[in-house]
């Protein structure tokens, strides 16, 4: 059975965690001027201007979707002095089909008081940036690194899910004390030397590495220490409070066969069918349309590049009282027990009727012939 670890509390942050904080640190800088290729208008740019142009943008915004109207806003308006004396309506219908149109207000509103207030240089600390209109934590965090070098660590969806991963922290993301925890961390992680250079770093690492439903393990050079790696919990991690109240779930399942025996865990967290067994568990956002090249894609991606699909189930349901549960099974027949795999317990398949599964995986077994 896999113990989960105890969920750390916020404060102090535990000396184990700092310690491998710093291979993490060295490692992250180490790939970001050797390996990290992700390239972007924005990237590595100094002018506090653009730099707070591309962080609103991509406040509610994807960066494919983004890119585009940060160069559109930038050729229209070079400076904030420009952006400053633009009348709104010009602006609006440069920012049109982006949406959350309270950006674009805040973004007129700030650029005229850095005019206005700060001579049409951008203030050069974290308490004044955190002060002007539609700037918040993560955005200061971002223009005070970038543009001044100025230590303070980025914290946002990424930071929160690559740091939950490597330390195999369940305090949940989105709860008071899993923000301070986590805010912590990120802050003492921080590459002090060059933290505009780490902040980018872990940024580009969550976007490109370590994603949130289909993570490259197999490519990441932090694999070797990262705890939800070593223990399964990689699709577990991070947990958020919220994640537990939504309506509708979406799970699949990954029954992992070798030489006759499967994977198999309990579930010990405080959402459902806790103590009861089931496989490897991958929940995310949306209902995936699994096939064989998108399982293949995902099994290389975690390093397994040997092994047999042997189906993919239809789509199951199952309401409880507050929430419905939808998803498949996937059986994979394995020529050898991946890392991640390592700790889950693997029971012969004759013996698994002798376990108490939730009725969404009996539901499933008992409709599956098995091997």
Partial sequence: MIKKKPAKKSGKIPPNELSGGRFFTGRLIKWHHSGNNRQMPWKGEKDPYKIWLSEIILQQTRVAQGMEYYLRIVKAYPTVEQLAAAPDAAVFKLWEGLGYYSRCRNLLATARMVCKTYQGKFPATYQQLIELPGIGPYTAAAIASFAFQLPYAVVDGNVFRVLARYFGNHTPTDSTAGK??????????????????????????????????????????????????????????????????????????????????????????????????????????????????????????????????????PLYKQSLTHQQIKGNFITIRLITIPTFLQHYQWISINRLKNRAFPRFINQWMETTEMP
């Fill in 180 to 313: 301070k925890y986590f805010t912590d961390l990120a802050n003492q992680l921080l590459y002090q030397t060059a933290p505009g250079n780490y902040n980018q770093a872990i940024m580009d690492f969550g976007a490109t590495i370590c994603k949130p439903q289909q993570p490259n393990c197999a490519q990441c050079f932090l694999k070797t220490k990262c705890v939800a790696r070593l223990n399964g919990w990689v699709h577990q991690l991070p947990v958020k409070e919220k994640s537990i109240q939504r309506s509708v779930r979406h799970f699949t399942y990954w029954a992992f066969d070798y030489q006759g025996k499967r994977a198999v865990r309990e579930r010990t967290s405080g959402d459902i069918w806790q103590h009861l067994s089931e496989y490897y568990l991958m929940e995310t956002d949306k209902l995936i349309e699994w096939d064989k090249q998108l399982v293949s894609e995902w099994l290389i991606g975690q390093g397994i590049r040997t092994f047999q699909l042997e189906a993919i189930s």
